[in-house]
């Protein structure tokens, strides 16, 4: 047991450990004595895959205790006490923490491994991977940490990492502003998390500021308290998984290489926001009315998300819509109580978007960094491990029967349905379809037809084993993963709801099977009617259109990023420009001019003793010791 409570405390060192040793062998290492990448590679692999390790032991230490006492503690250190307020370096391993730590490090691993030969020859190889692993490591805290603090260290530390790697490409100016924008934005939302996490700790903190003790004392907070709480946190939700007001730094996240991509939006940081809303659960469903607003929040952005997803053409943006969406599904889920749901949809998420975003990576590697799909076409053949495993990937992503993302997504809009949220299930089966169109618009766009760019057509090939073997471990999970949560009409148990169970407060309404089948009769068809009209506008090979009215303003996205520029961005440029032009002359220049006025009249001043005479200052020494014999021999008496 005791053992088994420090490999808790290891789980995120392995990762962190890593990032140092890389850092400093980058730091110390210039290019005339750059070290091999295989060096780096291995290295950067060995923290992930014991992480993974660890994940497993944890994993399988907690099945066998009884279902009640599935928990795990490691305090670490104390970290600080102030006032009420003590706060240990603290890690939880539950039901709920150890699934997200055991698909975290998997995903997170094959990622790395991709990553070696997709950075394959970059000057800056290790200073990647140790940002890789510094990443990975900041999410393990953010998951292990044993209450809201130590989740904030991680939070903190995904949100910078990812500032880290979308900026990775450095002399691009778009990709240093792309990587500005998602720090900035994530700020804003973290402010929303400190705050809740203030009121929180004033409210019930004295009794405790790990999970375990807040869960206890929850009935403490007055409704106006727990729902300002809720909605604060959401706020900081909002910022890391990119909903609404706050998706807009996630599109432009694609500025960084494409492993990272696939790391935020697969197994770290943008799961991030509903993994807090479910550890916090017992605060969510006691406070219904903050959930219902968790709810509309995640199924609008689904919509809005899936609706920009239809007009774009670069594919790491499709996919990134694609994210913004399915998190949408995930707040959803959380926001109606249906936790384990929306855990589950992040668990297959994370296996079918990793396919997805690193897929795409193979084939840009192969198109010479080439990303708008209306220059692709007929790459089916040239690139069979990639199409093959991407269709499964397209597949799950949009829901079809019997792959992963049908089950999870399905479980969410068939809670929505039995628990009497019918706007949220229509609008969430309207979704389903359209994320089956822009999706397989853009497997159609890419691998079939006609091939639009002859020269990079001619020089594609599928990725190397290092980046193939992934894709394939992946697409075993997009197809399968689904399994292991099968509801009762397929035959299953909802293993996974039941491994939940522990960590989560929700309830499960017991309903009539034929809501059931409703439920998967509409997605079944939504699916369908998807997949038809992409398939006929674009399997055979389609021109890029021109769009106008309605279509023109999708195609831009709304104009929301235009109108925050000009409503946030440039009045308050403006104002710092107005307090800078103030403050410089009037307070820092004051400063600086007044040193340098100092500075000469003491110079002045000690000017009138420097005479360049040797007898005077000869006579300066007699003073001096004579002055000094006075001090010595006064001491003395």
């Known amino acids: 047991m005791e053992h088994t409570s420090t490999y808790i405390g290891l789980t995120p060192l392995f990762p962190l450990l890593g990032a140092l040793v ?65 706060v240990n370096m603290g890690f939880l391993a539950d039901p709920l923490s150890s699934l997200m730590l055991l698909f975290v490090t998997f995903i997170g691993s094959l990622i790395h491994i991709y990553s070696i030969g997709y950075m394959a020859g970059d000057k800056n190889f290790g200073k990647f991977f140790a940002y890789l692993n510094l990443f990975l490591g900041s999410m393990l805290i953010l998951v292990l940490g044993s209450g809201p603090i130590v989740m904030f260290v991680g939070w903190e530390g995904v949100g910078l990492c990812s500032y880290l790697l979308i900026s990775f490409y450095s002399e691009d100016t778009d990709n240093v502003l792309a990587g500005n924008k998602a720090f900035i934005v994530n700020r804003i939302g973290d402010l929303g998390f400190v705050l809740g996490m203030s009121f929180l700790f004033w409210a019930i903190g004295t009794n405790g500021f790990d999970y375990l003790s807040l869960k206890v004392n929850a009935h403490n907070l007055t409704p106006a308290i727990g729902i300002t709480v809720c909605l604060l946190l959401f706020i900081g939700a909002c910022g890391k998984s990119a909903q609404i007001p706050l998706y807009v730094w996630l599109p432009d996240a694609m500025a960084g290489p494409t492993p990272v991509s696939a790391l935020i939006h697969a197994a770290t940081m943008v799961t991030a926001g509903v993994y807090m809303v479910a550890r916090f659960s017992f605060l969510y469903t006691h406070f219904p009315l903050a959930g219902s607003v968790v709810a509309w929040i995640g199924i609008l952005t689904a919509l809005l998300a899936a609706t920009f997803g239809m007009f774009q053409k670069d594919i790491k943006k499709i996919l990134a819509y694609s994210t913004v969406s399915q998190l949408g599904y995930m707040f959803a889920a959380v926001g109606i109580a249906a936790y384990s749901a929306g855990i589950f949809h992040v668990f297959t998420h994370a296996f079918f978007k990793a396919l997805l975003f690193l897929g795409a990576g193979s084939v840009i590697y192969a198109l010479h960094h080439q990303q708008d799909i209306w220059q692709m076409g007929g790459l089916k053949d040239k690139m069979p491990t990639t199409y093959k495993t991407m269709v499964i990937g397209a597949l799950a992503l949009s829901g079809a029967p019997l792959f992963s993302g049908f089950f999870s997504k399905d479980e969410i809009l068939f809670s929505a349905l039995a628990s009497g949220h019918s706007g949220i299930w229509i609008i969430g089966v309207l979704v389903a379809g359209m994320t089956a169109y822009y999706t397989f618009r853009m497997i159609f766009l890419v691998f079939h037809g006609e091939p639009r760019d002859k020269d990079l057509y001619e020089h594609a090939k599928d990725a190397p084993p290092l980046m193939t073997i992934p894709l394939i471990i992946l697409a075993v999970g997009a197809a399968f993963a689904g399994v292991l949560n099968l509801p009762a009409i397929f035959g299953g148990s909802l293993t996974i709801s039941h491994w939940l169970a522990p960590s989560l407060v929700e309830h499960h309404p017991h309903v009539s099977i034929w809501i059931e089948i409703l439920a998967i009769v509409t997605s079944v068809a939504a699916f369908a009617i998807g997949i038809t009209i992409a398939y006929k506008k674009f399997a055979h090979g389609a021109e890029e259109p021109v769009y106008t009215g309605l279509g023109k303003f999708g195609y831009n996205k709304f104009y929301v990023d235009e109108i925050y520029n000009a409503v946030f961005v440039q009045p308050y440029k403006a104002v710092g420009a107005v307090i800078s032009k103030f403050l410089e002359p009037n307070v820092t220049d004051i400063h600086v001019k007044l040193s340098s006025w100092l500075y000469q009249k003491a110079g002045k001043a000690f000017k009138v003793f420097q005479v360049g005479y040797i007898r005077v200052y000869a006579i300066y020494m007699v003073i001096g010791l004579s002055l000094m014999s006075l001090f010595l021999s006064h001491s003395i008496n």
């Open 22 to 86: 890389l850092g400093l062998m980058h730091m110390l290492t210039c290019t005339k004595t750059r070290l091999p990448e295989k060096l780096y590679g291995v290295l950067a692999c060995v923290g992930p895959l014991l992480s993974f390790f660890l994940a497993l032991v944890i994993f399988y230490h907690l099945k066998g205790l009884p279902t009640e006492e599935r928990f795990l503690s490691h305090n670490a250190f104390t970290w600080f006490a102030v006032g009420d307020l003590h």
